[in-house]
């Protein structure tokens, strides 16, 4: 006979919040969760892209964004033990989202944006540093990689317009 074990509501819900945040277990991978969030956040993007154009990824990451900042509230309210949790990885795949709708669905486009994104949200220029360590909560978890996105995304549209004028 087979036996299942029962969850209670609140149990499935946590467990959904924890793959949400952590984009389906990329963030609770030991290296990098960063880097593997936005990793993670490719092939969702492209198919995104292919199905609803590039465009769409502008308001796939917004949508992303605001669900992003009202489960990690909820979430930090709970797990108090740090700031910013590095398994919560939902804020760079809303971010490598804003970054990739700016340019075409092309492997090499997607790597160039990829690289940018991730260099920015690791080197954390000014105003991504001020978000990350001045604006609290769940919008400070979140908003540092918008700004990290807006970077990538200045650099991208340069890159494009070279690239216009060589070919």
């Given amino acids: 006979m087979i036996t299942f074990k029962r969850y209670s509501a609140r149990s499935i819900w ?6 949400f945040l952590s984009w389906f ?13 936005s990793i993670g956040a490719l092939p969702f993007a492209a198919l995104i892209a292919w199905f ?6 502008v ?5 992303l964004f605001l669900l992003g900042w009202m ?9 108090k033990s740090c700031k910013d949790p590095q398994w919560i990885v939902i804020d760079e795949v809303s971010g490598q989202w804003a970054t990739l ?14 690289f940018l994104f991730r260099l920015f949200d690791i080197l954390k220029p000014w105003p991504i540093d001020w978000a990350d360590k001045r604006v609290a909560g769940a ?6 990689d918008i700004f ?8 991208l549209l340069v890159l494009k317009l070279l690239w216009s004028h060589i070919t």
């Fill in 59 to 63: 308001i796939a990451a917004l949508i």
């Fill in 14 to 19: 946590s467990h959904m919040c924890v793959a």
């Fill in 139 to 144: 919008l400070g978890i979140m908003l540092d």
């Fill in 101 to 114: 709708a700016v340019v075409p669905l092309n492997p090499y486009w997607y790597a160039i944006a990829f």
């Fill in 71 to 79: 489960v990690t509230s909820v979430h930090i309210k709970n797990e």
């Fill in 52 to 57: 609803w154009g590039t465009n769409s990824l």
């Fill in 25 to 37: 277990g990329c963030g609770l991978l030991r290296k990098a969760p960063g880097t593997m969030g």
């Fill in 148 to 155: 990290a996105a807006i970077y990538a995304i200045f650099l």
